[in-house]
């Protein structure tokens, strides 16, 4: 059975700061990869997607990456803002039935 | 837009009083999910459907029935709910081309007393 974990499961760092939320997941057969952001009371935003075959993806300041063989992936965020605090959650799909199997998430606050 | 509906958003009831939280797409999707969020758990996966009329159980189906009349509707009922399914829940779906892109739903609180 999957499993997802997410380190730290808190983080607070001032503004300005570069930071790595980490993402580890057991079984490597997975089909891909994602981030996702939920801010609180509010539903899930996809910022990131690795398919399996891929090293890594970048979209602004955020790039992600992807060690398959050893079951990691990592979210960088480059030069944090107050408006990136939110919960990040990693999540793996893998299997027939599109499951995407989700970590605890990272609660990032970035204050000014 | 494309989006995936849910309704309501907020619901209190009391325990053992029959309630339906629906889920619309309006994007055509084949593959609809329905999952539950909880502090110290993370998301699960309760029921999901590949298409119209086939309906599978997740990881945590106990107490929850779903039903896929059409395709952009997958509602998730709760025959007789218990204070143990206090949770947010969140609809998804893709399509079967591109199923590892799922739009989720802005989910449904639900608080049972």
């Known amino acids: 059975k999957q499993e997802v974990t997410q380190i730290p499961a808190a983080l607070s760092v001032p503004e300005g700061e570069n930071l790595v939320l980490n993402c580890s997941f057991t079984d490597s057969a997975i089909y891909n990869l994602q981030w996702f952001r939920q801010d609180p009371g509010k539903g899930l935003t996809s910022l990131l997607l690795i398919q399996s075959s891929q090293r890594e993806q970048t979209s602004g300041r955020l790039n992600a990456s992807l060690d398959k063989s050893s079951g990691r992936s990592t979210l960088y965020i480059a030069a944090s803002q107050p408006g990136d605090s939110a919960t990040y959650l990693c999540?793996?799909?893998?299997?027939?039935?599109?499951?995407?199997?989700f970590g605890k998430g990272t609660l990032l606050t970035v204050n000014p | 837009e494309a989006q995936v509906t849910q309704n309501p958003r907020y619901l209190i009831t009391v325990t053992g009083k029959k309630l339906t939280v629906t889920c619309s797409q309006n994007?055509?999707?084949?593959?609809m999910s329905w999952y539950r969020q909880d502090p110290g758990l993370g998301l699960r996966q309760i029921y999901y459907s590949m298409n119209v009329e086939v309906t599978d159980k997740g990881d945590v189906p106990e107490g929850y029935k779903v039903s896929r009349k059409e395709k952009r509707n997958f509602p998730l009922i709760l025959e007789s709910p218990s204070p143990n399914q206090t949770s947010l829940y969140f609809c998804?779906?893709?399509?079967?081309?591109?199923?590892?892109?799922?739009?989720f739903g802005p989910g449904t609180r639900l608080l049972v007393l």
């Open positions: 998804a779906s893709s399509s079967w081309e591109h199923q590892e892109t799922q739009y």
């Open positions: 999540a793996v799909s893998g299997g027939s039935n599109y499951k995407l199997t």
């Open positions: 994007m055509n999707h084949e593959y």
